[in-house]
């Protein structure tokens, strides 16, 4: 609570964007807290059984099990589920009409998950759910699974998906079953998308809103996933980055060599990799030094500039709890993901450790990603990264070079990279974002936290520019959620008051 | 032969130091060439099930298996096999005392090899070994391992450790045999010292001989490690580099953190590495750029440096070989490999391919090896690196750092060497230098490559500077052996001849 007190009382000019004074949760929401508080150990029962159910995005026997499952729960909710066919990971479809409701929120979720490296999860396995105290980092233990009764908020519960992206597919579910509960109807039809191979980059997405553009036609897209604001606070997001992936392969001779024969005659791929990646960001600013990265940037608006300054700042406690010494660039965080990105994810070379060898290695590896934003499209980006490596001498190629090629040129690449989406941004001036910011704002009680860019990447570029219909985010699960790493957790009291919030927009004004 | 020729043509002065001319094999080296000739079956098959034994350094129950059949070979040549225990692997010792000689020569190899990538070997796996017609790289294709009769030499043994290093032990036994067989006796007192984790770095050499001093003393140590000049001239070295391994750690946060999220925020470590590697080495000049890097370099005799001059120089035919434009700097292979050099051997952080996932890595690793040359002290070097990494701001620690140490450092690595061992150099000049070039080039009928430098490394300092021994190495394997990697290999036609130069080496005027 200090954080909002501070926040109020350091920008006026944000005071006076507010909607009316908050005192407390609205009397449907406080309906909906009695139902949860009554049902804990259903409503986390359901996410378990769903957790149980492998969901890496390229096991498309897995997926379907998921679509089947999905399909169920929304079927015991009346809700008639329609499986939309894409000839990969199928998405769940399903809808409720509200008598005199004028407008229609359409809530996407995702149901699949990021792949898991089995060995680096402790205790457990990625699909086998394990409730623990606290969490992992704070020397959490595990908890069994109480049958009935209420569930410490600050519990975890571990697996992958926890969080990212079934936590808020529950929520809704369970929103709609505290409202039936309370004997309250939405203000708003509600329609609910949710989609199979999202953390494959979604490459259905377009297609299918293309295909089936009036089922899913609506006033506003709601989305649910990404993690909350780390105070705590309700937090929507009117954009999110876009992304696109890159991966590197440097050569060196065909094989590995020996590095006491060859090893100062032979090219190394690994230091020529080190070499080329480390010409591409200033180590002091952090700032990416590839010729027109920042180019096209759309800017923001007064009122968004503003929502992004009034936003918590917690950076110090975060690079606290991630034990990191100081940020990498200058600038807080919720306004250095306003820019575009260049990380690196992945470097393979040779062997390390116990299994290193004496060699000069035959190839070196980098993955990385670029995160977009606004203006700056997938290929364009690519683009210029492909011609800053030939302006570092290489000569890139596509395909894995032929023995003339590598003959041919000193210094060799491959770039490959993933098709990528752009960036979306919804402004916060449209009437149907502030209405989502009241509805929001008044129902819970709190001042949310309003980011025009989420650092994440969700491809819902396709909701704006291709369904042309406004598209905010409504993240509910913790910051510290270990998203798409080992030991994926969601903190439950981030799904009570997920399902708050994401029942708030079910009650638009 | 032509190269051998034009060696000739092109240096007067080289000619000058030449011992008489060549005409040919001597008559024990015929005697030796005709008993090969008709059990070349049974050499092979000697080797083929010595190399059924797996023998990577850490498994010290394979290698004790190895010494013990190890010990059953001498035996059968009537040498009483002796195991000098170490606390670690066994040392094989065993001598034949020759009537009326005055010289002892005491002949070294190991009979552990480097550990195994099993998955990226073609068609078997590394102790299972397999005949090819030719090498892998040539499309070479599975022969049946003939019971009796001529083997093609161009044929290819497939095995870890069948090049480095049984395939000389088994020319030093089939050598013994060739002369008994032709009641023939070496010129010199015998002795041979089998090591068992030369692989591992010999940690326990030094000690050994220091136990065994007396026992182990001998006029000449010749050790059959390391491969041949590819011009498939006969080979001598007189000095190794030395080398120490480093293994730099670059830290993130304290797990992996999504990308989209922390992106452009948290540091990222393998950016960082590569930053750091990068400043290590001039891409142009391929010169190391950590200051002092060749300082105390023990220079070369002028008999040396002729000696290097007039060795082959068929650079541009292994640049083809192994799929290279150029190489990293200009300048002779032989003659770079007499300057210390730095080799990137791996590099891990976060996930590439398949498994990549959009993260920032909480850690980066490289794996580095230093080779020395005769004046530089491995510790001495791992001193200057880490002054070089200090240098370039990052604090510089031994253990896995705690929280606290991460806080208080924004650039944070650390850094772990092996004891690694110094370089060793014998003078060309001493009598007995020239008395086993003598022997060689005129048992053998041709012109030895005579190298003051090994580019590999053999732990010999401890013969040279220890037992206080000159020390040569004659090496026979072929160079495209692959050696320490996938796929290692060894020509038969390079054994065939290894066994009557190491015969040579027994036959000192």
């Known amino acids: 609570m200090k954080k909002e007190i501070d926040l109020v009382h350091c920008s006026l000019a944000f005071?006076?964007?507010?909607?009316?004074?908050?005192?407390?949760?609205?009397?449907?929401?406080?309906?909906?807290?009695?139902?949860?508080?009554?049902?804990?150990?259903?409503?986390?029962?359901?996410?378990?059984?769903?957790?149980?159910?492998?969901?890496?995005?390229d096991d498309l026997d897995a997926i379907r099990e998921n679509a089947q499952a999905l399909a169920g729960?929304?079927?015991?909710?009346?809700?008639?589920?329609?499986?939309?066919?894409?000839?990969?990971?199928?998405?769940?479809?399903?809808?409720?009409?509200?008598?005199?409701?004028?407008?229609?929120?359409?809530f996407y979720a995702h149901y699949d998950g990021q792949p898991v490296d089995?060995?680096?999860?402790?205790?457990?396995?990625?699909?086998?759910?394990?409730?623990?105290?606290?969490?992992?980092?704070a020397g959490g233990r595990r908890v069994d699974l109480p049958a009935a009764g209420k569930f410490d908020p600050d519990w975890r519960l571990y697996a992958r998906s926890a969080a990212?992206?079934?936590?808020?597919i529950i929520a809704l579910l369970a929103g709609l079953d505290a409202l039936a509960a309370a004997g309250l109807e939405p203000t708003v039809n509600l329609k609910f998308l949710f989609e199979g191979d999202e953390e494959a980059g979604s490459p259905h997405l377009a297609e299918v809103v293309d295909a089936h553009a009036e089922l899913l036609h609506a006033d506003l897209v709601v989305a649910a996933d990404g993690p909350s604001d780390p105070s705590g606070l309700p937090t929507l997001y009117f954009g999110a980055r876009g992304i696109v992936s890159v991966q590197i392969t440097v050569y060196g001779p065909l094989r590995p060599l020996h590095s006491g024969h060859y090893g100062n005659w032979a090219p190394n791929p690994a230091l020529r990799l080190a070499q080329l990646l480390a010409s591409m960001k200033d180590p002091e600013s952090g700032k990416v030094l590839i010729a027109d990265f920042y180019d096209g940037m759309r800017g923001l608006s007064d009122f968004e500039r503003q929502a992004l300054e009034a936003a918590p700042d917690d950076d110090a406690e975060q690079l606290r709890a991630f034990g990191l010494a100081e940020p990498e660039a200058t600038g807080k965080r919720l306004a250095l993901i306003n820019e575009p990105s260049l990380n690196v994810r992945g470097l393979r070379s040779?062997?390390?450790?116990?299994?290193?060898?004496?060699?000069?290695?035959?190839?070196?590896?980098?993955?990385?990603?670029?995160?977009?934003?606004?203006?700056i499209?997938?290929?364009?980006?690519?683009?210029?990264?492909?011609?800053?490596?030939?302006?570092?001498?290489?000569?890139?190629?596509?395909?894995?070079?032929?023995?003339?090629?590598?003959?041919?040129?000193p210094r060799l690449a491959r770039i490959v990279s993933s098709d990528g989406y752009p960036a979306f941004r919804t402004s916060m001036d449209l009437a149907i974002s502030r209405a989502i910011i009241t509805a929001v704002e008044e129902n819970s009680g709190r001042t949310a936290v309003k980011l025009p860019t989420l650092g994440g990447s969700v491809p819902l570029y396709v909701f704006t520019d291709v369904l042309e219909v406004p598209t905010i985010g409504i993240p509910i699960v913790n910051h510290d959620n270990n998203q798409h790493g080992p030991n994926e957790n969601l903190r439950l009291g981030h799904l009570w008051s997920g399902i708050e919030v994401l029942v708030a927009a079910m009650l638009l004004d």
């Open 15 to 57: 005071l006076l964007l507010l909607p009316a004074p908050l005192f407390g949760q609205s009397a449907a929401i406080q309906a909906v807290r009695e139902y949860r508080e009554a049902h804990e150990a259903e409503i986390v029962g359901e996410l378990v059984g769903f957790l149980g159910l492998p969901n890496v995005a």
């Open 73 to 106: 729960m929304l079927r015991r909710r009346g809700i008639e589920p329609a499986l939309l066919e894409t000839g990969g990971a199928p998405y769940v479809y399903g809808e409720r009409k509200v008598a005199g409701a004028e407008r229609t929120v359409l």
């Open 118 to 137: 089995v060995e680096r999860w402790v205790g457990h396995r990625p699909f086998q759910p394990v409730l623990r105290d606290k969490s992992l980092e």
């Open 164 to 168: 990212d992206d079934k936590a808020p």
């Open 350 to 375: 040779g062997w390390v450790g116990a299994e290193a060898r004496t060699i000069v290695p035959d190839l070196a590896v980098a993955d990385l990603d670029l995160r977009l934003v606004k203006g």
């Open 377 to 409: 499209d997938p290929r364009e980006q690519v683009a210029r990264l492909v011609a800053h490596v030939r302006g570092q001498g290489f000569e890139v190629v596509k395909e894995e070079p032929d023995l003339e090629t590598r003959l041919r040129h």
